[in-house]
């Protein structure tokens, strides 16, 4: 049998996994988006953003023609049997989905099927609110296309769940696969391609309809969040009661199978492209729909007032703030990754400034982004050690492993003050407490 062709709506975090996971296998991308300068980037093989093994699968699938770039959706259409559509579905100022950018993506892959005259079918990975693909999507396609869904084109959704800097692992070796459908031929024809890509090593598949596939990928974000905003809860309590240590209480409960020792890592909050837009859509979505989801409030309320746990702990050991200089480690809203999307550093540093300390920041790979954001209003370190000398206190913001390595003396040697707050509890207690002024999330004294 002939694989599949394939193209893919807009070349983001989710586009670009998507399409150099295909890349690996026998199958040709067509890759489409509407910025001409990423365009030009992808084609020369340059990455546009940082994820570990994708600058190597991206220069071999542009030398060997497995994927190329284009900025009309008729090519891509017209030589392709199925497209994935991985535009981006940002929050707006309320907190609701902003569909701009996927309901221009439907329109516009309508047009295109209208000069089609066999089958495609069109699956949607970008996240979207439950109903949408049905209600928006599907009737865009079939206006601009003239078409009808289920005869002449098949509609899926098919949420994605890879995470920033394993994405490509993600996209090999799935947990599951989520195929809602619009009819079972839709549902038929992605399946038979996942099954072909995947082989014998094709991950559960549940099918289901538009809606429900459309909830599962905020029912799981949501979830996620919820471990995390409900650990940091429990570290919160556990720095009010002497001699308890969230790290404990985490491997404690985590060890119970019911419960996971997944996503039980107390810090200073979660952020990135995901979690902080979807809990605000799901929470936008219910209400709208007559439902009060007080639990997803919650989360969200203890996910914003988290950062500054940081903070509060650094004003326990250092009485002035004013004139102060912190040194930050790491920027990024995770390791492995440049992204600072809703990253926790943002409103730490916002904050710092507002007090009137001076900030010096390092992170492995994420200065170039922070130097959009925050121009000449902090300082940015080559290095770690350069980042600590002179500083009065230091908060660990992002777990890099190269941080994990420090040791006591480190701080002691190049610190004005030796003050660390481990805002991602990596540092020993036991080890550092001894040495240092130590504060860490989650650690009763
Ligand atoms: C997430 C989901 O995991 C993924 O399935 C979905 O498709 C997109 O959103 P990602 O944003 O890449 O992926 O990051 P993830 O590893 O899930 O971490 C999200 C945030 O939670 C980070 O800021 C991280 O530091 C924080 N986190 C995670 C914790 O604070 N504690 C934990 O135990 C785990």
Redesign the pocket.
Known sequence: MKPHKISVIGTGYVGLSTALGFTTKDYSVIAVDTDKEKIEKINKGLLPFHEPHFQELLEKAIKTGKLSCVSTFEKAISDTDITFVTVGTPSQPDGNIDLQHIEKAACKIGKALQKKGTYHLVVIKSTVTPTTTETSLKHLIEKHSGKLCGPNFGLCMSP??????SALSDVLHPDRIIIGEFDKKSGDTLEELLKEFYNKNTPPIIRTSLSTAELIKYA??AF?AT??SF?NTIANICEKISGADVALVAKGVGLDKRISP????A?L???????PKDIKALIACSKTLGYEPELLESVENVNKIQPLKAIELCKDLLTNLKGSHIALLGLA??PHTDDMREAVSIPIINQLLKEGANVTVYDPVAIPNAKSIFKDKIKYAASAIQCLKKADCCILITEWDEFKKLKPEDFTKNMKKPILIDGRRIYNPNEFGKKLLFKAIGLGQ
């Open positions: 994605e769940f890879l995470r920033e800097g799981s974000n996620l471990k995390i650990i997944l996503f039980l890592n810090g909050g979660y952020g990135g492209s995901c979690f809203f995770k």
